[in-house]
């Protein structure tokens, strides 16, 4: 090479060199200005709260602009990104981070523009909606926003992210996605797609079977129907696959290739059926396998399976409620499992003792409840799992006495509740499990004392309920559980004084219901429990005046009790009670107006069958929480305060049996959610008319206005309204209930004069009962709309007209009653096709014509007919001719006679009259009495 080219080639070289170090030591870009700008007021929009979640760690209150060559450098802050070159914001990392408030459209978040991963999970976005400017952030390949409270609809911008890898939107229970198949279509890039808890209600699209790309899934809980594409699981790189809790959802499992890199498999709670392929075994990456509760038909791939078959990575296994009959032999080497539940299947006999081979020794979690098991083989060695924490054995066939001696130390959670136990073997002392913090020995056969010395300190929670214990062994000292929480011994048969002074300071939970205790050694004013949240004393013989519970008390129930005197006005303070049930008691006195300060966090307020007089308070704060209030059978007076149209989550109102004064509450239709309305057996008192309010009620299930004096006609325009009752069947059995407090409602019903205590209410239970007022007129058409209902009640009032043969449509009608009235006409005959109905009434009325002929009208007792001179037919003894007295009241059913129309005039003016008489006598008598006397010459 000539010298001139050796010298330009090594200038060069160190020119390269030179500028190669020049690049390497200059200082990175400082972030741009206007994004600096941008998220310090991101920042600003937002409250820093440390309760937004308890570990949440607030990462923007340290940023800070510092001024330096009069630029701020934001890519220092925690939680932001920058880029290296360009020093542009190219992610921003805020989960966790205390956030409170909302993001709105306007955000300077949506400024920056070159963002490509927005972490801001575990927030509280207090139900916002995300913007549709968020389609600005064209850039993003990275998005989560679970845990966030987000709400309303996902935006359509949101899936013209082309450029996303991963969408995390999980745990938004308020948030909607219409459809997937729209969500994903544009977005063909994506890795990772987390919507578990978000409402989709849709079906899960063919088109992600394309997505080769695909590594995770997670759509739980989302309510997926239809079924689930088959090609998803063999997709060459997906490796969580997560769809379990949608019920809805149907499918198959395929055969599965050797070259399947699944890692997790859930689908508990889906619609599965088909068999379970062999080649599931060909999953050997699995760590994770879940199939709870499906409807496979076959399962002989799990149970005739060798003991060669095995997952190698396996550590949770889920094969509850899958018709398994035995322990599955394929589990005799699964040595890595951490958590094995095969709960809810048909495995009888005693547990095998190869399931006791120290290859189990990862595991933590074994949950075998709900089976047919009797114990365990070679019942004399510990069980080598040296790291087991939670043992279920809960509904089984265990009995005598437990062997202690098998459960290996490290154990903290055991539950044997539902078996025919009758105690522990050896069981002198001390359980030999110094971890252990849970017992559950609910509904077994322990009887007599409890030996308190065998439960070690460190229990917590000791769930002894449905049992025969009459109390504790050695019973005079504090009991020796520093860090007991939890003391359930409901339904036993504790009897005399409760020992306050024995319950440790560190006590939450007490439950002491259906004993029979009847007060408290050493009883004070207030409770020594300042931790307590929850006492349950219910069903007892316990009398004196109500113990008060500390501030801390959640729930305070003591119904069915012999309780006495006034409530304590210190029960207002209790600022964090949602639930105060004191029915069924004897207690006197009225009801403290300060009781309406609690209606803010009161969810429930039970009083029922008190003799508490007074009237009740009128000043029920805006914002009252109120769901139940229950004042049933008490003395109380005055009128129905207006005020408690500020409970708008009310769902339960029982006045019933008082002595209330008033007219039709007014306000009643600014009630949305109200479900039971009870004015039984008051003084209620005028017509019910055209109502110039909102009478929706559109939730009404059961309302009872019997036994007052309202007159008028029948509510005929809020009939129409009460939707609920339009409504034929329900999904599913179930009983209606306070969700908040878990408190089921309970009513009194009159049925054919028999009063009939329902304490549990079937949640499609529809009821109208207005029987023993005043009402007249005729029976509108329009109540044949409302063909939910079961019982309808109009008996005893002065209702004329024909019964309309609407009532046909109610379908599911089990009791009518009309009796007492002056219809007439004949039975209509479609009537007979209610064949659910038992109770027929139509006694004491000017009915005419056959009774019709049908299954049900033949089994009802002549009672049901009586005075009623123009019926015939079965099964009454009166057969029908073809002569029969002409109905009263016809109409214009042919020409009447002068004669006849004379008598009604004259009968019609002599009822009058009389009528008319008595009220203004009685009113003269009263009011003029001396008047009276001397004129009428009548002694006092």
């Not at 190869?354 to 074994?366: C, H, P, R």
């Not at 029987?771 to 409302?786: A, M, Q, R, T």
């Amino acid at each position: 090479m000539p010298t001139c080219f050796r010298f330009l080639f090594s200038d060069l070289l160190v020119l390269f060199l030179l500028l190669l170090t020049a690049s390497l030591s200059s200082p990175q870009p400082f972030c741009h200005q206007d994004e600096s700008l941008a998220l310090m007021q991101f920042k600003d929009s937002f409250i820093i709260n440390n309760d937004t979640f308890p570990s949440c760690y607030p990462k923007a209150t340290s940023w800070r602009v510092e001024a330096e060559h009069g630029r701020s450098d934001c890519c220092s802050w925690d939680g932001v990104e920058c880029d290296p070159h360009t020093g542009h914001v190219i992610g921003l990392d805020l989960s966790d981070s205390c956030l409170y408030g909302s993001i709105n459209s306007n955000s300077s978040l949506f400024r920056l523009s070159h963002l490509r991963s927005l972490n801001l999970a575990l927030n509280d976005f207090n139900y916002s909606k995300i913007p549709s400017t968020i389609g600005n952030l064209s850039w993003l390949t990275y998005l989560n926003l679970s845990h966030s409270y987000i709400s309303e609809e996902v935006p359509s911008e949101v899936s013209h992210l082309s450029k996303l890898s991963s969408l995390d939107l999980s745990s938004n229970s308020n948030l909607i996605i219409g459809s997937l198949t729209r969500l994903v279509q544009n977005l063909t890039r994506l890795e990772e797609i987390v919507l578990s808890g978000v409402m989709i209600s849709s079906i899960v699209p063919e088109s992600l079977a394309n997505s080769s790309s695909l590594k995770t899934l997670k759509l739980e809980g989302c309510g997926l129907y239809g079924e689930f594409p088959t090609r998803i699981f063999q997709l060459p790189q997906l490796r969580d696959l997560w769809i379990g809790t949608n019920e809805d959802l149907t499918g198959q499992l395929p055969e599965f290739h050797s070259s399947n890199v699944l890692q997790a498999l859930s689908l508990s709670y889906t619609s599965f059926s088909g068999s379970i392929p062999n080649s599931l075994w060909n999953l050997t990456q699995l760590t994770i396998l879940d199939l709870i509760g499906n409807s496979f038909d076959n399962s002989s791939c799990l149970t005739k399976a060798s003991s060669n078959h095995t997952f190698p990575h396996l550590q949770y296994l889920g094969l509850s409620s899958l018709n398994l009959t035995k322990f599955p032999n394929f589990l005799r080497n699964q040595n890595k499992l951490v958590q094995l539940d095969l709960s809810e299947n048909n495995i009888q006999g005693i547990i095998p003792k190869w399931m006791f081979n120290a290859s189990k020794e990862n595991l933590q979690d074994l949950y075998l409840s709900y089976n047919l098991l009797t114990g365990f083989e070679n019942s004399r060695d510990v069980l080598p799992w040296p790291n087991l924490l939670r043992l279920d054995l809960e509904n089984n066939r265990l009995q005598g006495s437990f062997p202690i001696s098998q459960i290996p130390p490290s154990i903290q959670e055991l539950y044997l509740s539902n078996n025919l136990l009758t105690g522990f073997k050896n069981s002198r002392d001390v359980l030999p499990w110094p971890n252990l913090q849970l017992l559950d020995l609910e509904n077994n056969r322990l009887q007599g004392l409890f030996p308190i010395s065998q439960i070690p300190p460190s229990i917590q929670d000791l769930v002894l309920s449905n049992n025969l214990l009459t109390g504790f062994e050695n019973s005079r000292d504090v009991l020796p559980w520093p860090n007991l929480r939890m003391l359930d011994l409901e339904n036993n048969r504790l009897q005399g004084s409760f020992p306050i002074s024995q319950i440790p300071p560190s006590i939450e939970y007490l439950y002491l219901s259906n004993n029979f205790l009847t007060g408290f050694e050493d009883s004070r004013d207030v409770l020594p429990w300042p931790n307590l949240r929850m006492l349950d004393l219910e069903n007892n013989s316990l009398q004196g005046s109500l113990p008060i519970p500390p501030p801390s008390v959640l729930i305070y129930q003591v119904s069915k009790n012999a309780f006495t005197g006034e409530i304590s006005p210190l029960f207002c303070n209790l600022s964090s009670l949602y639930v105060l049930d004191l029915s069924y008691n004897n207690l006197s006195g009225k009801l403290h107006p300060c009781f309406c300060n609690l209606s803010q966090s009161l969810t429930t307020l039970e009083l029922r069958s008190n003799n508490i007089g007074g009237t009740i308070p009128d000043a029920w704060a805006k914002g009252c929480s109120l769901s139940i209030i229950d004042l049933n059978h008490n003395q109380l007076q005055g009128r129905l305060p207006r005020s408690l149209a500020n409970c708008k989550e009310l769902v339960y109102l029982d006045v019933g049996y008082n002595k209330i004064h008033d007219t039709f509450p007014l306000w009643l239709g600014t009630l949305p959610e109200l479900k039971i309305f009870i004015l039984r057996s008051n003084g209620f008192y005028g017509a019910i008319r055209n109502i110039q309010i909102n009478c929706t009620l559109s939730n009404l299930h059961i309302i009872d206005l019997s036994h007052n004096n309202f007159s008028g006609d029948l509510p005929a325009k809020c009939f129409q309204q009460w939707n609920t009752m339009k409504l034929f069947g329900a999904k599913e059995f179930q009983y209606m209930r306070d969700y908040n407090s878990g408190i089921l409602y309970s009513i009194s019903l009159t049925t054919k004069g028999i009063e009939l205590e329902y304490e549990k209410i079937q949640d499609e239970l529809i009821v109208i009962d207005l029987s023993c007022n005043k009402f007249e007129g005729e029976i509108p058409e329009v109540v044949g709309n409302l063909k939910g209902l079961h019982i309808l009640n109009f008996s005893n009032n002065a209702l004329s007209g024909r019964i309309p043969s609407s009532l046909a449509n109610l379908t599911g009608l089990e009791s009518l009653d009309l009796s007492q009235n002056k219809l007439f006409g004949e039975i209509p005959p479609q009537l007979a096709q209610l064949t659910f109905l038992e109770i027929f009434e139509v006694f004491n009325n000017c009915l005419t014509g056959p009774i019709p002929h049908g299954s049900q009208f033949e089994r009802f007792p002549n009672s049901s007919f009586n005075g009623n001179p123009g019926l015939c037919g079965m099964p009454l003894s009166k057969a029908c001719g073809d002569s029969l007295p002409k109905p009263p009241y016809e109409g214009n059913q042919g020409l009447v006679s002068p004669f006849e129309f004379g008598w009604k005039v004259v009968a019609i003016g002599y009822g009058c009259g009389f009528v008319i008489g008595i009220v203004i006598g009685q009113w003269v008598i009263a009011r003029k009495q001396d008047w009276f006397v001397n004129t009428f010459r009548i002694k006092k």
